[in-house]
């Protein structure tokens, strides 16, 4: 077991040590195309692990490899700069932020909502407006992105994320989970007009039975997810009663229930056992969509690793899903926007579910607001009554184990060696004033820096 985490250890090297003569080739080659080795210097630096902000640390950063070599505890504030050193002592360091759930090719709802941007906007646009959405994501200090469904671009952010990690643009570290998972017709963009076949670009692949569902986990893996993710439940009734939203055109029928369009559980335990199980074979993490507590509660129990949304969770479901050690991703973001009076009682769950231990990460379902506001999902968490040390752990080291922990491959999320140099900055306390996270004056993935004092390097 690991220290960090309670989840068995993969092995993963701390240090870049060559095992071969063709990797100290690599190593050599990577040398001449990134500056030498170089030392972060701070004062002040938050770590998600004891949730201490601890003094007067210098982080050994190897950019050819990306990662922490070696930290140093200095005696005091004083620090020896060498000519390529960082000198981040005057500010608060934290790593580098996680968010747990977004959409890449996603912009926000109040521009367009979800299916006039799958209807009306090319796939060119769509990469393009991807490729701004990744930039801001990283000039606000989201390091890594969990990814759960391109949205109608069927596998173009397996391949979105493999640009970033080749540095052909800057962004996030993806995870990401291509198309994602329901039984047929559980998830599709309605449309009233279905002749000559009209339909909107489809967002899940359907799976039903244990042998659909075996077979579209594999395909999802073949096709290079980092997360299987499938819907539990969802509002699957909408042409029952058609509302007038996503067509403005078209009027809402007259007289419908009070509650016309509830979510329906779309998959048996057995169905849902049979997909984790599958990913699990894989050793790849299961995200699943769940709004009912009857979902949260089957999802949790089939070993999802992680639960979304969680809207409406009672005690016994948060009991359950404690069990479990399901980690929750509540995504108070998009829920502040969808349910006005009613959000208070989700503000009230996030808090009940921290108090009861429960692992819970920072996700907004980013993309449905505007990348670059990421921030707030954890200002959502300050607001439920989360202390600002828990809501920081909830930013960075729950979303690693979010993305899947030690299966990922890689740490981030936390600073130490062997830890990927994920490194941001703010010019304030967050303990005195949690707002400074709106301002991030510093940041670096993998060793390379970003943004300095506030300003945009590339
Ligand atoms: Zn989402």
Redesign the pocket.
């Given at each position: 077991m690991c220290q960090c985490c309670s989840i068995p250890e993969a092995p993963i090297p701390a240090a870049p040590v060559p095992q071969s003569k063709t990797e100290e080739l690599r190593l050599e080659k990577l040398r001449e195309l990134y500056p030498k080795p170089f030392v972060v210097h701070t004062s002040l630096v938050f770590n998600p692990i004891n949730l201490n902000f601890e003094k007067n640390l210098s982080f050994e950063i190897d950019p050819a490899i990306g990662l922490i070599t070696g930290v140093i505890e200095r005696t005091g504030f004083d620090a020896s700069v060498g000519e390529n050193d960082l000198d981040l002592r005057k500010k608060v360091v934290l790593p580098g932020f996680v968010d747990a759930?977004t959409?890449i090719f996603l912009h926000s709802y109040d521009e367009a909502d979800n299916a006039k941007q799958k209807r009306d906007e090319s796939f060119v646009e769509r990469v393009l407006r991807a490729t701004n959405h990744c930039s801001s994501a990283l000039l606000a200090g989201y390091t890594t992105y969990r990814d759960?469904?391109s949205e109608g671009m069927q596998e173009a952010d397996a391949n979105f994320r493999d640009a970033i990690n080749r540095g052909i643009i800057p962004g996030p570290r993806l995870y990401v989970a291509t198309k994602v998972l329901a039984s047929v017709t559980g998830i599709m963009t309605h449309t009233e007009n279905r002749i000559g076949g009209t339909r909107i670009a489809e967002t899940s692949e359907a799976c039903d039975g244990e042998v659909e569902i075996r077979k579209a986990v594999r395909r999802r893996l073949g096709m290079g997810c980092d997360v299987v993710k499938f819907f539990a439940d969802y509002r699957k009734r909408v042409m029952r009663f058609p509302p007038a939203t996503p067509h403005p055109y078209l009027s809402s029928v007259m007289f419908p229930p009070e509650i016309p369009n509830p979510d329906v559980i779309l998959y048996t335990q057995e169905e849902m056992n049979v997909l984790c199980e599958e990913a699990a074979s894989a050793d790849c993490p299961v995200a699943a969509?769940c709004a009912t507590n009857r979902a949260v509660q089957m999802a949790s129990k089939a070993g999802v690793r992680t639960i979304?949304h969680a809207f409406w969770c009672d005690q016994k479901t948060l009991d359950i899903v404690k069990e479990n050690k399901t980690i929750i991703v509540p995504?108070l973001s998009i829920a502040e926007r969808l349910y006005g009076e009613n959000f208070p009682s989700m503000l009230t769950k996030t808090y009940n579910a921290w108090k009861m231990g429960i692992t819970q990460a920072c996700g907004g379902?980013t993309g449905?607001f505007n990348h670059g506001e990421n921030i707030r999902e954890a200002e959502l968490f300050r607001e439920s009554g989360v202390p600002v040390e828990d809501t920081l752990r909830c930013l960075t080291f729950n979303g690693w184990l979010a993305c899947g922990g030690h299966s990922t491959g890689r740490k981030f999320g936390w600073l130490a060696e062997g830890c990927a140099a994920d490194i941001v900055a703010v010019d304030e306390d967050p303990r005195q004033n949690f707002g400074t996270l709106r301002k991030i004056s510093f940041v670096m993935k993998d060793g390379k820096p970003y943004k300095m004092d506030g300003i945009k390097l590339f």
């Open positions: 759930h959409h759960l469904g969509h979304e995504t379902d449905t």
